[in-house]
T-cell receptor, first 114, second 112 residues
Framework: EAGVAQSPRYKIIEKRQSVAFWCNPISGHATLYWYQQILGQGPKLLIQFQNNGVVDDSQLPKDRFSAERLKGVDSTLKIQPAKLEDSAVYLC????????????FGPGTRLTVT | DQQVKQNSPSLSVQEGRISILNCDYTNSMFDYFLWYKKYPAEGPTFLISISSIKDKNEDGRFTVFLNKSAKHLSLHIVPSQPGDSAVYFC???????????FGKGTRLSVIA
């Protein structure tokens, strides 16, 4: 069974530029999550999808971050414009059913904003 | 406001001995707890979990203990192996449709 796929693995951009990350969850997983992990911290949820609907985006900085999950499968997370404090690893995870429990993570995208 | 706390940033253990990683939480409404292991440049990997109705769950060399009255859980690895060297995250979830809340992680080094 293929795991959660993410791309790119690494990205370096200048502040005020835009960037997009892509995630393909495990086949059949209806719930998809985007987490932000700042160095030295645990992952923090940005947004949770159930199929193609948003369940929780309360911690997503909506003035600069946006995410979509078209057709309930792949998802894209965008930052526009990026700030220095957005430097982090962006992790995508998926699970079978709503409510967290065992989530399966992709390798992450390490973003550096200079 | 850290709801899940891992107060030891790092732990060093000799190969073959027991590793004990600790986690405290503040929200008594958490009803499920998980441990994840993370290697460099990889995403976290699910390791073991425990429901709040249990006090122990075992899977091979890994055992998780839950003390609800103390709001404390621990992960025991016996015997520790060099391949266990990684960052371990404790996570908790409320009942229903809520996200995982992670601690900051503990870096375990198993020395051969």
């Amino acid at each position: 069974e293929a795991g959660v796929a993410q791309s790119p693995r690494y990205k370096i951009i200048e502040k005020r530029q835009s960037v997009a990350f892509w995630c393909n969850p495990i086949s059949g997983h209806a719930t998809l999550y985007w987490y932000q992990q700042i160095l030295g911290q645990g992952p923090k949820l940005l947004i949770q999808f159930q199929n193609n609907g948003v369940v929780d985006d309360s911690q997503l900085p909506k003035d600069r971050f946006s995410a979509e999950r078209l057709k309930g499968v792949d998802s894209t997370l965008k930052i526009q414009p990026a700030k220095l404090e957005d430097s982090a690893v962006y992790l995508c995870a998926s699970s079978f059913w709503r409510g967290g429990r065992e989530q399966y993570f992709g390798p992450g995208t390490r973003l550096t904003v200079t | 406001d850290q709801q899940v706390k891992q107060n030891s940033p790092s732990l060093s253990v000799q190969e073959g001995r027991i590793s004990i990683l600790n986690c405290d939480y503040t929200n008594s409404m958490f009803d499920y707890f998980l441990w994840y292991k993370k290697y460099p440049a990889e995403g976290p990997t699910f390791l073991i979990s425990i429901s709040s109705i249990k006090d122990k769950n075992e899977d091979g060399r890994f055992t998780v203990f839950l003390n609800k009255s103390a709001k404390h859980l621990s992960l025991h690895i016996v015997p520790s192996q060099p391949g266990d060297s990684a960052v371990y995250f404790c996570a908790a979830v409320l009942s229903g449709n809520t996200p995982l809340v992670f601690g900051k992680g503990t870096r375990l080094s198993v020395i051969a």
